[in-house]
């Protein structure tokens, strides 16, 4: 039973370009929430996708937008790149209706923006 | 709009229990309190969670106060593995699922 995945590991991009990372969710699960990690911060809510559709958002620009797909995947995509977005960024899974169980998060994907 | 405080740093010996503080004044009745934790460059990792009373798993033990504005994770005996950054974590409903309010965390030596 494969846990929840992200691609790449790691990605060094270039300020105002775009960035795609990309999340596979817990097998069984159909919720997928993205998390920013600056060094040496907790982790922060970007958003969170179900149904193929953007159910809560947390206190980020418009830059960060997502997918989810029929499969259940989802996508985080950065627009016009800043040096700030230099973060870990964590994928977690759920299941909707499945209140009293953990969100399940995967390794993360460190971006590095230069 | 961090809801928990916790101290940046702890350490206790091997084999000691380690008692890790939160403080979480502002919570309100239906938000739980979570634990998980980070080991370096890892994505965190589910420890417990509680509403009212105190919980206990295979793990550790969580302490919540009558008034809920306050709890303690126990590891009842730490050892070497358990060094990592934990941090208390506030879940707030949204329609049928939640997210994760995380604060800072406390970050735990375990010293053998």
């Known amino acids: 039973d494969a846990g929840v995945t992200q691609s790449p590991t790691h990605l060094i991009k270039t300020r105002g370009q775009q960035v795609t990372l990309r999340c596979s969710p817990k097998?069984?699960?159909?919720?997928v929430s993205w998390y920013q990690q600056a060094l040496g911060q907790g982790p922060q809510f970007i958003f969170q996708?179900?149904?193929?559709?953007?159910?809560q958002r947390g206190n980020f620009p418009d830059r960060f937008s997502g997918h989810q797909f029929p499969n259940y995947s989802s996508e985080l995509n950065v627009n016009a790149l800043l040096l700030g977005d230099s973060a870990l960024y964590l994928c977690?899974?759920?299941?909707?209706?499945?209140?009293?169980?953990?969100?399940?998060f995967g390794p993360g994907t460190r971006l590095t923006v230069l | 709009d961090a809801k928990t405080t916790q101290p940046p740093s702890m350490d206790c010996a091997e084999g000691r229990a380690a008692n890790l503080p939160c403080n979480h004044s502002t919570i309100s009745g239906n938000e739980y309190v979570y634990w998980y934790r980070q080991i370096h460059s890892q994505g965190p990792q589910y420890i417990i969670h509680?509403?009212?009373n105190n919980e206990t798993n295979e793990m550790a033990s969580l302490i919540i106060t009558e008034d809920r504005k306050s709890s303690t994770l126990i590891l009842p005996h730490a050892t070497l593995r358990d060094t990592a950054v934990y941090y208390c974590?506030?879940?707030?409903?949204?329609?049928?699922?939640?997210?994760?309010?995380f604060g800072s965390g406390t970050r735990l030596l375990v010293r053998p």
């Open positions: 974590i506030v879940r707030v409903e949204m329609d049928s699922s939640y997210k994760l309010i």
């Open positions: 996708y179900y149904e193929e559709e953007e159910r």
């Open positions: 097998s069984g699960h159909d919720t």
């Open positions: 509680g509403l009212k």
């Open positions: 977690a899974s759920s299941l909707v209706g499945d209140t009293y169980n953990e969100q399940f």
